[in-house]
């Protein structure tokens, strides 16, 4: 089964985000634990939740992407910003632990300047500290472009910290083919290559989901610019190579293209016809 959705709004929970992801023709869906911007948080709402997961089983939805505000830096070189991302991510799977089998997608961070081993490091030990045993929300690190000090620029970056942290079971990979292409990973004219780097230094079976966009500039040229599918530097016949690979193919795929929800819709509606 092609499993297909996109980033929708929050605003009016989960049950109503499921039938407007069925509305367009996914099944499944993305969406910010808050405010992606800063950490504003709705009450939690657990008959909303109880009625989606109702929904969610009776129309075949897959399970959600959850994904964390951009602010929240676990590897930030102040202390508050640390210990602020360390709230947000405990509160975050508190509430997602509601939801079983979703997954929960997070920028690693930007070190500040303290080095990228150092950032490391406070990742690895900021997921220590808020992962369970028996927890059934699959955490996710997302493939960066690595501007500046940011880290997740590269796979090796990403193996770092997940050897780093003890209950690893629960950690994955959540690629972003804007973000790969952008740090240089020739997506376009050698998939096997990159999948194959993936395998050595990640693990495919790491490989959780994938961010499907295109970008608005050319291999490596190291800026985040989401563009919509097909018309950017990636291009469809490249996205359909990548929603049809034999490695990639089962994964839940996400489109954070600049659309609003019927432009969701046609690129659902197209990626569906391209899906073999
Ligand atoms: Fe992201
Ligand atoms: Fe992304
Ligand atoms: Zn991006």
Do not use: W
């Not at 770092?160 to 804007?178: A, R």
């Not at 693990?203 to 050319?218: P, V």
Request: proline letters at 3%.
């Amino acid at each position: 089964m092609f499993k297909i959705g996109c980033h929708l709004s929050s605003s009016k929970g989960f049950l109503a985000m499921g039938k407007q992801a069925k509305g367009i023709g996914a099944n499944t869906f993305q969406c910010f634990t808050r405010n992606p911007r800063g950490s504003a948080v709705k009450a939690l709402d657990l008959d909303d939740i109880s009625a989606y997961i109702e929904f969610a089983e009776s129309n075949g939805l897959q399970p959600l992407l959850a994904h964390a505000p951009y602010t929240m830096n676990p590897c930030s070189a102040k202390d508050e910003t640390r210990e602020f991302a360390l709230i947000v991510m405990k509160d975050d799977l508190s509430r997602l632990a509601h939801i079983p089998g979703s997954m929960y997608n997070l920028h690693p961070g930007g070190h500040g300047g303290q080095g990228t081993e150092v950032g490391i490091e406070m990742i690895a030990n900021a997921l220590n500290q808020v992962l369970v045993p028996n927890q059934t929300t699959t955490v996710l690190l997302e493939t960066m472009v690595g501007r500046g000090s940011e880290i997740g620029g590269n796979f090796a970056e990403l193996q770092s910290i997940i050897e780093k942290v003890s209950l690893n079971e629960h950690l994955g990979v959540c690629l972003d083919t804007c973000h790969v292409h952008a740090a240089g990973y020739d997506i376009v004219d050698d998939l096997d290559a990159v999948l194959e780097e993936f395998d050595q230094v990640v693990g495919l079976s790491r490989l959780k989901a994938i961010h499907l966009n295109d970008s608005m500039n050319d291999l490596g040229s190291g800026k985040d610019r989401h563009e919509k599918i097909g018309k950017g530097h990636i291009g469809i016949e490249a996205i359909a190579r990548i929603i049809n690979h034999p490695q990639l193919r089962d994964l839940s795929f996400y489109l954070e293209t600049p659309n609003e929800i019927d432009g969701y819709q046609q690129e659902i509606a197209l990626l569906s016809k391209r899906r073999t």
